[in-house]
Structure formats: structure tokens, C-alpha cells
């Protein structure tokens, strides 16, 4: 069965140079081409996707392609195994496709050589959890990076500034690091704790308020910012950060976070959770599910189904 290919043509690299999007075509030729440019034509492609039921699914696009795709394949495929998934490049960072392995530059050459492997049975497959992500209304995600508290503080502060990429985020994170020292404007935006109520397996915290609240399947959320150091080590149980931290707290941390070590703190939950719900004193609250900003007045969080993800070579 020839393999489906998803390129989101909204995805960075792709609005830069419209051109490549001619360009993944000709790289798979025995291939079929969906391009999109909105979750109807991205349901749309999962459901023919379904219909034929390929064993490759390549998704190229960056970490909310990612997401976005998983999820709408799953709805289409309902209680039917997935195929197999491989992520391509096509946004600024593709952060959750780097931990899995190496990606070419150009999502041409990435997709030409995925093919080939796939084509020669030497494309590698591991499973991989997922989690899973539901808002108030009953909207249900998989994903695979949540985050909220400094982390939507953070993307609301990125996105402002035109979300350029890891350039512009190393930047904003030394400028928060620093800042979290002397009270700099930025750092005091991103790291004042966020009002909410945090339920884990049903019972709530007694604090009334979180820097940070965490939780991936993958170790690195980008940069080197290895929070989520248990990962994918039990894949029903996702691992949980969340921390009460202060300004000045946060900074003497992240040295330990670029290490994957645990944060120094008794207030901190670090441990590995079957589910927890998040409700946002504000309504709504904003998270960030692989780089995605998004609203809700509750979210709750637990492990999804595994998929079989493949990678190259590393």
C-alpha cells in the first residue's frame, strides 16, 4: 500500500517558499500528496487516509501539525490500530521530532529518505505514548508537550513578538533568566505564579497557585530544557512537573533544568501521574499543547494511546 503524506502548507517553511511544497511532490512520487491549509481539509485528509488505511503515515508540518494530525487520524481511524507515523520538518522547531531522531533541513531530502527506508524495510519504529488533552467542552486532543503557567505565559510573549523560532526563544529565555535576578519586565510576566486549582487523581493541591505546570512524553521541550526528566518512562502513567516557585527561584534553577535533573524545591510535584485536571481561575486559562495556545476554563490531562512513530537513523 503506497504511504500518505500530510504537509501543512501553513507550516513556516512552506510559507517562506511556496516552492517546496512542488518540491515534496516530486521527492514522492509513488506517494500520496495531501496538502492542507485548515483542520476541515486536515479532517478531510485523515479520512481518506482511513478509507485507504496505508501502513506509512508521513506528517510534515511542526509540533502542532504534529499534534493536530495524530489526533484528527485518530478520530478518523475510530477503534481501528493506527499506521505507522513519521514526523518531517516544516515548522520553526519541530521540537517533539527531534527527540526521536535526527531531521534533515530540507523536509524534501527528510521525506526522499524516509520513503526510501520505508520502501527497503529499514525505516526504524518504536512506540511511543501520547497524551491526552480535554477541555471543559468535551474537546479532545493527543498530544505529546503540555504545558501551562510560565509556559503559556511564555508563548503568549513569543507569539507577540512573531514567533520566530529557536533564535528568538533562546533569546527571550536569557532575557527571563536574567531578569528573574534583578525584576526585569519579561521575567516578571512569565514567571508570576498562575491562579488555578490542581487536581491530581482527583484531589487538590493546597496551593492556590503555579509557576509552572508541565507534563510530556518526551524529555527536552526545546533548548535543552529537560523538565520532564521521566518522560516515557511508564507510558499509562505521563510525567508531572508542577511548582510554586518564585521569581527569583525560577533562575536558580536552570542550570538543573539544562542537566534533566529534578527541581530543588518541597513544594515541586515531580512524579509520574495517571491524570490531573487543571482548573484556571481566570476563564478562560490559556495552555500549550505542542506549541499550540489554547484556551479553556478546565483541562484535563492522561496518558493517550501509543503510536507507532518512525524516525531516522540517528
Not at 39 to 66: H, M, N, Y
Not at 167 to 185: K, L, W
Request: hydrophobic residues 40%; aromatic residues 6%.
Amino acid at each position: 500500500m503506497r504511504p500518505h503524506v500530510i504537509v501543512n502548507a501553513r507550516a513556516a517553511k512552506f510559507v517562506r517558499d511556496p516552492g517546496r511544497l512542488r518540491g515534496m511532490v516530486e521527492a514522492a512520487p509513488g506517494a500520496s500528496i495531501h496538502a492542507t491549509d485548515s483542520f476541515e481539509a486536515l479532517a478531510a485528509a485523515c479520512a481518506a487516509i482511513a478509507q485507504d488505511d496505508p501502513s506509512l503515515v508521513v506528517l510534515c508540518g511542526g509540533d502542532g501539525s504534529a499534534m493536530a494530525g495524530v489526533t484528527h487520524l485518530l478520530r478518523a481511524y475510530g477503534d481501528r490500530p493506527l499506521p505507522t507515523i513519521c514526523l518531517a520538518p516544516g515548522g520553526h522547531s519541530c521540537t517533539v521530532a527531534r527527540n526521536w531522531g535526527p531531521l534533515r533541513r530540507d523536509p524534501r531530502r527528510h521525506l526522499a529518505e524516509v520513503l526510501s527506508l520505508a520502501s527497503s524495510g529499514r525505516l526504524r519504529e518504536v512506540r511511543r505514548p501520547t497524551l491526552r488533552v480535554e477541555e471543559a467542552d468535551g474537546t479532545s486532543r493527543v498530544g505529546f508537550i503540555f504545558g501551562t503557567g510560565l509556559v503559556a505565559s511564555f508563548f503568549e510573549a513569543f507569539y507577540e513578538r512573531g514567533g520566530g523560532g529557536y533564535g528568538q526563544a533562546s533569546h527571550m529565555i536569557a532575557r527571563i533568566v536574567f531578569g528573574s535576578f534583578v525584576g526585569g519586565p519579561l521575567a516578571r510576566r512569565v514567571l508570576t505564579p498562575m491562579p488555578c486549582t490542581l487536581s491530581i487523581e482527583g484531589r487538590p493541591l493546597p496551593n492556590p497557585a503555579f509557576t509552572l505546570i508541565v507534563c510530556a512524553v518526551v524529555k527536552d521541550l526545546g533548548l535543552r530544557l529537560r523538565v520532564p526528566h521521566r518522560a516515557a518512562e511508564d507510558p499509562s502513567r505521563p510525567h508531572l512537573v508542577a511548582s510554586s516557585l518564585g521569581l527569583s527561584e525560577c533562575g536558580l534553577q536552570y542550570p538543573r533544568v539544562l542537566r534533566g535533573r529534578p527541581l530543588i524545591d518541597g513544594r515541586t510535584v515531580d512524579r509520574l501521574v495517571e491524570e490531573f485536571d487543571v482548573l484556571f481561575s481566570t476563564d478562560p486559562g490559556a495552555y500549550v499543547l505542542d506549541g499550540d495556545l489554547l484556551h479553556t476554563s478546565r483541562v484535563t490531562v492522561r496518558a493517550g494511546p501509543e503510536v507507532r512513530m518512525a524516525s531516522l537513523p540517528g
